[in-house]
């Protein structure tokens, strides 16, 4: 969820820091992105992007793969080396091109207190991340401009 990640973001606009305001992510300069109701916030600056995300279709599609556990043990090999490479205690993890969010929940899991963004520029896969785990926020961001 926002809540547990709002201190580590920044406004794409003019990096000062970002705080929850009535349904928002706002800084205090007044620029405000909205929290769209699936519970994931869009940090485009300027609203838009010349690259494309993937579909409704393609992120369920994939929710469906990683489910049914054929990539058990790659998501557990990700796991272990992010247990084991984390630098800070709780950890802080974002996950770039992140999907369904599905590993980033198992690494989060295998890290007590750690807090984690699932970073996309699809707002389907935003849609899906926002839901997978209470200690990770999902942003819609592009990876072509200075991360939020």
Avoid: N
């Avoid at 800084?27 to 519970?39: L, S, T």
């Avoid at 950890?91 to 899991?109: C, F, K, N, P, S």
């Amino acid at each position: 969820m926002l809540a547990a990640v709002i201190d580590l973001l920044s406004c794409p606009q003019c990096a000062a820091d970002l705080e929850l305001v009535d349904g928002a992510a706002e800084c205090d300069r007044g620029h405000r992105f909205d929290i769209a109701r699936q519970g994931y916030v869009s940090l485009i600056s300027g609203g838009a992007t010349k690259f494309t995300g993937d579909s409704a279709e393609m992120i369920a599609a994939r929710a469906r793969l990683l489910g049914a556990g054929h990539f058990g043990p790659l998501m557990d090999a990700v796991t272990r080396a992010c247990a084991t490479t984390a630098r800070s205690d709780p950890a802080r993890i974002v996950e770039i091109g992140a999907g369904t969010g599905q590993y980033l929940a198992h690494v989060v899991d295998s890290l007590p207190d750690s807090r984690a963004i699932a970073l996309d520029v699809s707002k389907f896969a935003a849609r899906r991340a926002a839901k997978v785990h209470e200690r990770i926020g999902s942003i819609v961001a592009d990876v072509w401009q200075p991360l939020p």
